[in-house]
Nanobody, 120 residues
Framework: QVRLVESGGGLVQTGGSLRLSCVAS????????MAWYRRNLGKERELVAS???????NYADSVKGRFTISTDGAKNTLYLQMNSLKAADTGVYYC??????????????WGQGTQVTVSS
């Protein structure tokens, strides 16, 4: 029932910037957390950044200082601003919504992903 649609991916040179967007079918504040994950070729899925309904954000060590996660509640939209991009940032980025149901169990919903390619 929850729909998440990502956009903003593309090809960018090393050192460049991109902003990813994720439009949700309902209020993003109805979820416990929203997050961005990515998958690089030959590597397992990685949590890039997350933000709680209260606005607390955290980031993977590899992107701290370069990426910023934010929300626009009026537009039901989650953003990921990516600066100083490097080749290691290449991958498919996924928007994820998570809702806590109790006893450490969470239900999650995933978008289909958007490709980010960083080249020299």
């Amino acid at each position: 029932q929850v729909r998440l649609v990502e956009s903003g991916g593309g090809l960018v040179q090393t050192g460049g910037s991109l902003r990813l967007s994720c439009v949700a079918s309902e209020s993003i504040f109805s979820f416990s957390r929203m997050a961005w994950y990515r998958r690089n070729l030959g590597k397992e899925r990685e949590l890039v950044a997350s933000i709680t309904s209260g606005g607390s954000a955290n980031y993977a060590d590899s992107v701290k200082g370069r990426f910023t996660i934010s929300t626009d509640g009026a537009k039901n939209t989650l953003y990921l601003q990516m600066n100083s991009l490097k080749a290691a940032d290449t991958g498919v980025y996924y928007c994820v919504a998570l809702e806590t149901l109790g006893s450490d169990y969470e239900e999650d919903w995933w978008g289909q992903g958007t490709q980010v390619t960083v080249s020299s």
